[in-house]
């Protein structure tokens, strides 16, 4: 499974693969993934040569910080998951790359 943490790298992923000219799909998950998400990457999986899923926990999600905090990760059960769902590619940034300029001294929006 290709994996890219960067930005700039999973835009020249989508650009190449529009370049060959691929139609792209994309499912935004923020992991602890299920059948439902699985689902989702097959049938984008099913209506475009490519697709993307990307990973990431967004704390504007949620009201309550502790929930953030306490929101399920795991990276190997989300790619067990992703097995044999179809996917290309998952992106899977990180706060700063999300919201640059914008956390406080401990990392907080």
């Excluded at 992923?13 to 994309?26: D, I, N, P, T, V």
């Excluded at 926990?57 to 949620?62: D, E, G, H, K, M």
């Excluded at 190997?76 to 044999?84: I, K, P, R, V, Y």
């Amino acid at each position: 499974m290709l994996r890219l943490e960067d930005p700039a790298e999973a835009e020249r992923w989508c650009a190449a693969r529009r370049a060959e000219g691929a139609s792209l799909g994309f499912v935004p998950t923020m992991g602890a993934l299920h059948e439902g998400h699985v689902s989702l990457v097959s049938r984008s999986t099913a209506e475009n040569a490519r697709t993307c899923v990307s990973i990431f926990v967004n704390p504007l999600q949620f009201d309550e910080e502790g929930d953030f905090v306490h929101y399920p990760r795991d990276w190997d059960a989300d790619c067990l998951c992703l097995a044999a769902s179809g996917r290309h590619m998952v992106f899977t940034g990180t706060l700063p790359q999300f919201f640059p300029g914008r956390l406080d001294a401990r990392g907080r929006l």
